[in-house]
């Protein structure tokens, strides 16, 4: 398998940790947003979106850093990350449909001003940023973990652009049940460390 990366994408990077934690093997190929890679007609012709990250195994191109976590689970039958119960998966499909709409519409995006100056009001994205958060904090309310008694992909699906929200000038330091669920996610096996930007309130 190959997974196409560029190592400041939080898409990239829930990919990217999802394979390590499951032990799948994988070739990191980085691709330089910057020369504008992700755009040639050879990459374009592997995902017409032109984002990253991309999974290629054999004849099988899947993007989208949702559908690479699913795809992985599937073909390794790892139904502790992925459910097959009904209940089960679609507690996880919830927070998939969370980390693709209000996470990337707010944590993310507010990191996407600070580090390459898009052009989203920086308020609306903060303040949608801490909508979410706060809306995370009670759903663990006395538990461990966001859709099981486990860790699933659903808290891999949120993680990346959460524990960067800093980046964004999106204060973690109210929101306590997100800080030590962020770190038993930093402490399971084969985690990998999300790349910081010196910007924000990490500047």
Not at 29 to 52: C, I, M, T, W
Not at 148 to 165: F, N
Not at 181 to 198: D, S, Y
Request: net charge negative.
């Amino acid at each position: 398998m190959k997974l196409y990366v560029h190592p400041i994408s939080g898409h990239a990077h829930r990919a990217r940790l999802f394979l390590s934690l499951i032990g799948a093997d994988a070739e990191i190929v980085a691709v330089d947003l910057a020369k504008g890679e992700h755009k040639s007609p050879e990459y374009l012709a592997k995902n017409r979106f032109g984002q990253v990250p991309i999974l290629e195994d054999g004849d099988a191109t899947i993007a989208d850093s949702n559908a690479i976590m699913v795809y992985a689970a599937k073909k390794f039958s790892r139904t502790d990350w992925l459910p097959e119960d009904p209940a089960g998966a679609a507690a996880v499909q919830r927070w998939l449909s969370v980390a693709a709409g209000q996470i990337a519409f707010g944590p993310a995006a507010a990191r996407l001003v600070t580090i390459f100056k898009a052009g989203f009001n920086p308020d609306e994205v903060i303040a949608r940023a801490h909508a979410v958060l706060a809306l995370i904090e009670a759903e663990l309310e006395g538990r461990d973990w966001i859709a099981a008694d486990h860790p699933t992909i659903a808290d891999i699906a949120l993680y990346s652009y959460i524990a960067r929200a800093p980046e964004g000038n999106v204060d973690l330091s109210d929101y306590s049940n997100v800080n030590n669920w962020l770190a038993r996610i930093e402490a399971l096996p084969g985690f990998v460390e999300f790349g910081k930007t010196a910007v924000g309130l990490n500047a």
